[in-house]
């Protein structure tokens, strides 16, 4: 009898070893003011990203604008309109969107290659080693922005301009596909690095010991052990993704049928909005980008000091 609920008890210990974790995090990230505000800021986005069309209705287009060109903003139109007559309101929050989804999925790349490549890199060793960071030390030495710039237009002529993918427009899934194949240097270090002192540790050596093959320790006790790390990256990797997606789609390099943040700056560049004192056609969508980062940087900064408390000493 005992030897049968021996399993169910052992699982039991586990599930409430997870439960006791995950409060103690709780309690620990919720005394973070940082952390707080930043994640408060992060769920507001979120909703209007999920739900644009409850909060400000389907999105604007030039035969749909509700308003005339350049309207400042009134009880009508809170934040203005743009150079066609849309709701500014309408473009901003549709906007979080395609900024977002563009950011989550180029921060997706960025961490599974930064992730492999250092995971790889760190516990292999030897030859694999030193050519896996020859290859980031190139990509690390070569500005993130400038090499996405190049890159782009190159991709873009390769797929096509009216291409899509699975419903997304060929621009968008470039700019994600750009931003994550240059951005993936630095995680791969970070990560390398933990992954040099996790494979030195005891539970590794047993491992081998036993005929635990590469993949598997490395898939059952490397990367949980850097897990932490990764998560904290990651938030952080989101902020510089929703960032170089901006900055790309502000110099012309987004979709001007998606409007997302980036493109409606670029949109206010063109229009010459500034000159015109169209103040509210720039600040709406900029705001917005400076929050996001503002935001996962706050998130970011809390995850790493409570997963990596050595980091908070060094702040």
């Known amino acids: 009898m005992s030897a049968a609920t021996a399993p169910v008890d052992l699982r039991g210990e586990r599930w409430r070893l997870r439960v006791r974790n995950a409060r103690d995090f709780g309690r620990r990230y919720a005394r973070r003011t940082d952390g707080v505000v930043g994640l408060a800021i992060l769920l507001v986005f979120v909703v209007l990203a999920a739900l644009p069309n409850v909060f400000v209705g389907a999105l604007e287009t030039a035969t749909t604008a509700s308003g005339t060109a350049l309207e400042p903003p009134s009880l009508t139109h809170l934040l203005g309109t743009d150079g066609l007559g849309r709701d500014m309101l309408n473009q901003t929050v549709h906007g979080a969107r395609i900024s977002l989804t563009i950011g989550l ?15 790889v890199s760190g516990f292999r060793g030897g030859r694999i080693d030193n050519v896996l960071m020859r290859l980031t030390d190139f990509f690390l030495i070569l500005p993130t922005f400038v090499l996405a710039v190049l890159l782009a237009p190159i991709i873009l002529d390769i797929v096509g301009d009216d291409a899509e993918i ?28 933990q992954t040099l002192s996790v494979k030195e540790r005891m539970f590794v050596d047993r491992a081998r010991v036993i005929g635990s093959g590469p993949g598997h320790i490395m898939r059952r006790h490397i990367l949980p052990n850097v897990t932490n790390l990764i998560v904290a990256n990651t938030v952080l990797t989101f902020a510089a993704a929703i960032f170089t997606e901006t900055t790309l789609a502000f110099i012309g390099l987004g979709d001007p049928f998606a409007p997302s943040w980036g493109q409606l700056l670029n949109a206010a560049q063109a229009i010459g909005a500034p000159s015109l004192g169209a103040w509210w056609y720039i600040v709406p969508p900029a705001t917005c980008v400076v929050l996001v980062i503002l935001a996962f940087t706050l998130v970011g900064n809390a995850l790493d000091d409570i997963m990596n408390p050595k980091t908070a000493g060094r702040r």
């Open 105 to 119: 999925l180029a921060t997706l790349i960025t961490i599974l290659l930064g992730a492999v490549i250092g995971i």
């Open 166 to 193: 699975a419903g997304i427009k060929a621009k968008l899934i470039v700019i994600v596909v750009v931003i994550g194949l240059t951005s993936w240097a630095s995680t791969a270090r970070i990560i390398r690095a």
